[in-house]
């Protein structure tokens, strides 16, 4: 059958199911109804294909399939009608004129299709797709009278390329393409279905069983709560505390905590209403800074549970337990109770409650194994445990492509990193000189450094409590970059090692991190990049040349594009037959050439001392601490690991002291990478320490450094 005679074949089925919308067809009413087919043809059939057949045609097939519907339920009908129209590739597609007016694209009109899958840019005539581009790639949208634009993250790309459209449609086409991208990036189950490379969240596993006639709950409460306390459901607010022995301030808070439950969970209680998210952040709060109040919340919190005859209530109720269950642990003497009390809610696996009695247990289990939470949840973390689902998290792989990943509140930076560099299979030598960073996803600060220990869930709501209270949380976005530069000169031995630190050089060139001191090197960057990236270079090629990619802005703004165009790609010619491995040795050898290359350089500024400008830059690595001129090779200050007495930092700033004990100099810098500088200056000092004392360029340090 041609491909023709199948599109014909499902198509004739649409008017047979909506025919059957009027149940069984009478033998008086078959005639009216085949008049009434061939009267209204184009409501059924695509103008384009009425013409292959006539109209009495179209209709005897139709009446034909129709027959075999005999019997059918008008329900069942309705149900085969959308299952024929999911099949088509267009399916809940809005779509709309447009014409390119971009490099990207030929200068013609095409169409653009939008759904909740992403954007296809498609040729009419052809009817073929130019370009597709799904929610996580495209970074931004906008639109002015006549024109609409958005922006996507490419591979291999440090910035998003711009396609920009004449349409009279962009105040339509804006908003439907924001609503999709909220709801694929809120949708759970889309999350998933993109990214699936992770076994980090299977990890969420049920713990071993515990003997629940030995932990039942009422032999705790015997033994250690008031005598009156009654651990069944009340709307009622408390007036003292359960257990016994407790001080004053902690009765107090505990009176408070259980204001919040009966908040949280509609029973009102007295005082200023609060939010769902501010009773939750409230109460996990409270538990994190007063250790010895958490058993407390969870008797409350079983107590709620207890013989709760309001549906709705007692879910809430769950909720809250399942999310404290990620955050803070009982003692040791309340643990096993809880986890008795779960175990025994857990036996009713169908019903909503008992799968979060399962769920809660799973996050109790995580938090023992990896430790207790340092901040109180943030809202996707709320979200996700509304849902019983994993969270996620952005992360950006060497090759620059960014992937979405399942996680739990519970999983350590050192889980992803183990994960991660499986994945890319890293040479296990290589694996020390590389860390986790996280980017911030808007106001262009540096990336930062996290610690192996830090959980998910803290990183999460750190990140959610930096941004405006009124925008919608994103996705935080990780990265693995090299983070120690021992023996910089020396080549990565795999591949991976090799593609994230060219990237991480060309990244700093861009951002004018990496000194450059004549637009030569800038060139000869670029070309090797592009040589790297996409090979030989042949006519045609110079769209590949992407300046803001290759170039920092400020030396872009002193020449033409042209010219710097032109340079590039005469230098882009010079490397034609160098293959991938030996173009990253070139641009790794001409990143080497300077100096102090190796050197991690963090933006900071002072206001103490005469001598050195306001803004500079502080560097660091195997021999010391040096100081820059800002944007600049020139070393203005340096010193050895001798010279440093002691250093420490702080939120937003970091201090050393030079010297001796009878002249100490000090000096303090502006810098929100305080904590970053601090941990490298740890990690050199302690490598020196460690290392042999016929290691060439390791010099033995036995000054004391105090920290």
Not at 59 to 77: D, H, Q, R, V
Not at 126 to 139: A, G, P, Q, V
Not at 399 to 422: C, R, W
Request: proline share 5%.
């Amino acid at each position: 059958m041609t491909n023709f005679r199948r599109r014909k074949e499902k198509l004739s089925n649409w008017p047979l199911f909506n025919c059957k919308l009027f149940g069984e067809i009478s033998i008086q009413k078959k005639q009216h109804v085949v008049k009434q087919l061939q009267t209204d043809l184009n409501q059924y059939i695509p103008v384009s294909l009425i013409k292959s057949h006539s109209a009495t045609e179209w209709a005897k097939i139709i009446m034909e399939k129709y027959e075999l519907l005999k019997g059918t339920s008008i329900e069942k009908a309705k149900m085969h009608y959308m299952k024929q129209i999911r099949k088509f590739p267009r399916y809940g597609s809005s779509t709309f004129k447009i014409k390119s007016n971009n490099a990207w694209l030929p200068p013609q009109e095409y169409e653009v299709t939008i759904n909740y899958k992403g954007i296809n840019i498609v040729d009419p005539a052809k009817k073929t797709i130019f370009e597709s581009f799904d929610y996580w790639t495209i970074s931004t949208c906008s639109h002015m009278p006549g024109v609409f634009e958005f922006s996507v993250s490419e591979k291999n790309s440090v910035k998003p390329r711009v396609y920009t459209f004449e349409t009279s449609m962009g105040d339509e086409i804006d908003p439907l393409v924001r609503t999709y991208s909220v709801m694929f990036r809120k949708n759970h189950k889309a999350v998933l279905e993109v990214q699936e490379a992770t076994d980090i969240y299977q990890q969420l596993t049920m713990p071993p069983p515990v003997d629940v006639t030995q932990f039942a709950l009422k032999q705790y409460v015997s033994q250690n709560c008031r005598s009156n306390v009654d651990m069944n459901y009340s709307k009622d607010a408390i007036t003292d505390a359960f257990h016994k022995g407790l001080s004053p301030s902690l009765v107090t808070l505990a009176v408070s905590i259980f204001q919040d439950i009966l908040n949280y969970t509609g029973d009102a209680g007295s005082g200023k209403k609060k939010t769902s998210k501010e009773a939750i952040v409230d109460i996990t709060s409270k538990a994190i800074k007063n250790p010895n109040i958490r058993n407390e919340v969870y008797l409350q919190l079983c107590k709620q549970i207890t013989n709760n005859p309001k549906h709705h209530n007692k879910h809430k109720t769950w909720i809250l337990m399942a999310l404290c269950l990620g955050v803070f642990l009982p003692t040791k003497d309340l643990l096993n109770y809880i986890r008795a009390f779960l175990q025994i809610h857990s036996r009713d696996a169908t019903s909503e409650n008992g799968l979060y009695a399962i769920y809660g247990h799973k996050r109790l289990q995580r938090l023992i194994n990896n430790g207790q939470r340092k901040l109180p949840p943030s809202k996707s973390e709320i979200d996700c445990v509304k849902k019983r689902g994993a969270m996620t998290i952005k992360f950006v792989a060497s090759d620059g492509k960014s992937a979405v990943l399942p996680v739990d509140s519970s999983t350590t930076i050192k889980e992803i990193f183990i994960e991660e560099t499986k994945k890319l299979q890293m040479v296990a030598f290589e694996l020390p000189k590389f860390a986790i960073y996280q980017r911030p996803n808007k106001d262009g600060s540096a990336d930062q450094s996290i610690k192996e220990t830090a959980l998910i869930g803290d990183v999460i709501a750190e990140s959610e409590s930096n941004r405006p209270i009124s925008s919608e949380p994103d996705l935080p976005t990780l990265l693995l970059k090299r983070k120690i530069w021992s023996n910089p000169t020396i080549f990565p031995i795999d591949v991976a090692s090799q593609t994230i630190t060219l990237t991480q050089i060309m990244e700093d060139i861009i951002g004018n991190r990496f000194p450059l001191t004549n637009d030569k090197d800038a060139i000869g960057f670029a070309s090797l990049f592009l040589q790297i990236h996409f090979g030989d270079f042949f006519d045609g090629r110079e769209k590949e040349v992407k300046l803001q990619e290759l170039i920092s802005p400020s030396r872009i703004s002193t020449k033409e594009d042209t010219w710097w165009t032109d340079q590039i790609v005469q230098n882009w010619r010079l490397h034609t037959g160098k293959s991938t491995s030996e173009a990253r040795k070139a641009f790794f050898e001409l990143a080497s050439t300077w100096t102090h290359f190796g050197t991690s350089i963090f933006y900071a500024t002072q206001s103490l001392s005469a001598v050195l400008p306001k803004e500079l830059w502080l560097g660091v690595n195997t021999s010391g601490i040096l100081i820059f001129k800002m944007g600049s090779r020139d070393q203005m200050m340096s010193f050895s690991f001798k010279q440093v007495m002691n250093w420490g930092p702080s939120a937003d700033s970091f201090f050393f002291m030079s010297g001796d004990l009878m002249q100490p100099q000090k000096f303090v810098f502006g810098t929100k990478q305080a904590n970053d500088i601090s941990e490298l200056l740890h990690i050199y000092i302690n490598e020196i320490k460690n290392a042999p004392a016929s290691t060439p360029g390791r010099e033995r340090s036995r000054t004391f450094l105090a920290n």
